[in-house]
């Protein structure tokens, strides 16, 4: 049985062990600091990366221990930049929340060759670009903040969008809808981080979007 870590809230957690089903023995917890043998673990999924950095660190020369590392608000290459290169199988993934339980995980990497210890997890996935945000999170939360900016303006209400996006897109759920699934702390910082690594306007968080994120 494969031995899995999950550093992360309760939320995240859930929805992972939803994904990894009973094949695999799930230790999680909220600090680093209170594993002592990291080696133990076959694989590491540490959802507070941006939050605590420092972490990777512990992770880095890790030999035959996958290491994931929520990565839609900081990238691989700014973790290696100020720690240091290790010689660990390091990889990004989307860990927002809705985003875990999902058939094929968005995963990032250093190289374009993934680790065949990868294939541990038995799990599909698409290698994309190591950049902030990802592509999937980049489009939904992009979307979303459009929301906003529409709800702003009066052009429409909350529920008006939510059902044209379904109705017109097919989408699974509506932006607002999204929201309430990643969280709106979610959805501000890593369009924050988005905005601050590309400095694209379709990123610039909505006034509307940033007093909803102050209220909460």
Known sequence: MINVLAVG????IKELEDKLGDSVQLRTTYEL???TDLSKFDVIFDFEIADNPENYLEYKELKGTIVLLNTVKITLSELAFTFG???ADLYGFNGLPSFINREVLEVSALTEEVSENFNKLNWDYQ???????LVTPRIVLMIIN????TVQEG????????LGMKLGTNYPYGPFEWLNLIGIEEV???LEAIYEDTKEERYKIAPFL???YLKS
Do not use: H, M, P, Q
């Not at 290698?127 to 945000?133: A, F, H, M, S, T």
């Open 9 to 12: 809230n309760d939320r995240c």
């Open 33 to 35: 600091s209170e594993v």
């Open 85 to 87: 290169n290790g010689s």
């Open 127 to 133: 290698l994309v670009d190591d950049r902030v945000g």
């Open 146 to 149: 459009e929301a906003f900016y």
């Open 155 to 162: 052009t429409a209400t909350k529920e008006d969008i939510d």
């Open 188 to 190: 501000y910082e890593t």
């Open 210 to 212: 940033k007093k909803e």
